[in-house]
């Protein structure tokens, strides 16, 4: 029904980052598979994917949303699919520059990463109870990503309420879901954002420049 592959990611620069084992994964039922896109362990983009047709059919794209418009149409279909396998080759490169979307300064449209994290688990709870807990790690993951968005490319007053709700729902995830779900260096982040801003804005500068 799907059929994945891996994308490398090529900067202005010239440099490109493709990381690639040639191994390739059948799944005959789409728990696994759901779990590591919950987690995002696959990429969320439409574009690694190649999708049978009648199934390509039976969902769509939110009209007015622009962030993770794929990840919210990939979970749909993801529930619906049967056999799935994945090749660890790198197919498409994804060209990273300043005017992409993802990279765009803090403004409401990122509220979109709030609503399709929450849709997700939602959907999970209410029709697979045993993928809640990936769920919620997947909102986590999503919103700190908010949070740390907000921090770096935005000022104190955006989407005050927003931000404050984000923090909340970030506190009172249970600690067993992060520390088991979470790699450890996003469960590093969620436990430093617990002890303030403060630390977890020094925190994002540790961090980003360990990535440069």
Do not use: H
Not at 116 to 128: G, L, T, V, W
Not at 178 to 187: A, I, N, S
């Amino acid at each position: 029904d799907i059929s994945m592959v891996k994308e490398s990611v090529r900067y202005a620069d010239g440099t490109e980052v493709a990381e690639q084992t040639g191994e390739l994964t059948v799944w005959e039922d789409n728990a696994p598979i759901l779990s590591k896109f919950l987690l995002e362990q696959i990429s969320m983009g439409i574009y690694t994917k190649l999708i049978r047709r009648s199934l390509a059919v039976k969902a769509r794209f939110e009209v007015g949303r622009r962030i993770n418009e794929d990840k919210g149409y990939l979970f749909e279909i993801f529930s619906q699919a049967q056999r799935l396998c994945y090749l660890d080759v790198c197919k498409y490169a994804y060209i990273r520059n300043d005017s992409s979307c993802s990279l765009a300064p803090f403004s409401e449209k990122y509220l979109d990463m709030l609503y399709f994290a929450d849709q997700i688990r939602e959907k999970c709870a209410e029709n697979m109870p045993q993928l809640l807990p990936c769920a919620e790690a997947g909102c986590v993951i999503t919103y700190l990503r908010f949070l740390q968005t907000a921090l770096m490319w935005g000022d104190s007053c955006q989407l005050a309420k927003e931000r404050k709700e984000a923090e909340r729902y970030l506190r009172q995830v249970p600690d067993r879901v992060c520390r088991t779900y979470l790699p450890k260096k996003l469960y590093v982040k969620w436990r430093i954002f617990k002890l303030g801003r403060l630390p977890f804005r020094l925190a994002l500068k540790l961090f980003t420049r360990e990535a440069s």
